[in-house]
């Protein structure tokens, strides 16, 4: 069951303009969401996170943004960069158990 | 402070053949995990280990993968034997505690011809 989607296979954008990555999840029990960033031969690493209280969190260049009622995340990254090209990865848990992660979407920022 | 390391970090091997991947946490992580990764899809979790526990094996193939963490410490998953579909890459995590921030390691990608 895909309790964290990601319909984006893939997303190209502008060098200096803004990315937008999407994510849906199905349970409500998530009350904690992660993005992972991904480059090429190498494993996940985390970018930021969000908890369920909120509905913001940002941290320089990203902000991730949370609608529980829609059960919808986003990853805003502004203004995107060439070095930000790599796969981002969506993830949720609910009450500290594992992790479930979407299915990933590949950026890719054109100089 | 060192990251995950696994190797080897690619296997290719033939149908039925079994194969072994390694996986050394970072220091001081008492939680350990095992995911599969296929092509175009994101990780899934195969186990949990709460320092040499297995505390969450449900989606451990168990008729063909066996893993263990002896002393809380290393770890290896083996497949045997192994099949076509078993192609994909396994990573290797560790946090602090059971719900921390994972950290992962490179992966091995594995090739069953």
């Known amino acids: 069951d895909q309790q964290v989607k990601q319909n984006s296979p893939s997303l190209s954008v502008q060098e200096g303009r803004i990315s937008i990555l999407n994510c849906d999840y199905t349970?409500?029990?998530?009350?904690?969401f992660l993005w992972y960033k991904k480059y090429p031969a190498e494993g996940p690493t985390f970018l930021i996170s969000?908890?369920?209280?909120?509905d913001k969190n940002e941290d320089g260049r990203f902000t991730v943004f949370l609608n529980k009622s829609a059960k919808h995340l986003s990853l805003h990254i502004v203004p995107s960069q060439p070095g930000d090209s790599a796969v981002y990865f969506c993830?949720?848990?609910?009450?500290?158990?594992?992790?479930?992660f979407g299915a990933g979407t590949r950026l890719t920022v054109k100089p | 402070e060192a990251g995950v390391v696994q190797s080897p970090r690619y296997k290719i091997i033939e149908k039925k053949q079994p194969v072994a991947f390694w996986c050394n946490p970072i220091?001081?992580?008492?939680?350990l995990y095992w995911y599969l990764q296929n092509l175009g899809q994101g990780p899934e979790l195969l186990i949990r280990?709460?320092?040499?526990?297995?505390?969450?094996d449900s989606q451990l193939p168990k008729d063909r993968f066996s893993a263990e963490r002896l002393k809380g410490v290393d770890s290896t998953l083996k497949i045997q034997p192994a099949e076509l579909g078993d192609s994909a890459v396994y990573l290797c995590?560790?946090?602090?505690?059971?719900?921390?921030?994972?950290?992962f390691g490179p992966g091995t990608r594995l090739t069953v011809t």
């Open positions: 220091s001081g992580h008492n939680t």
């Open positions: 995590a560790s946090s602090r505690t059971s719900g921390g921030l994972q950290y």
């Open positions: 349970n409500s029990m998530f009350d904690y």
């Open positions: 280990y709460e320092n040499e526990e297995a505390v969450d």
């Open positions: 993830a949720a848990s609910a009450d500290n158990n594992d992790m479930r």
């Open positions: 969000i908890s369920s209280i909120k």
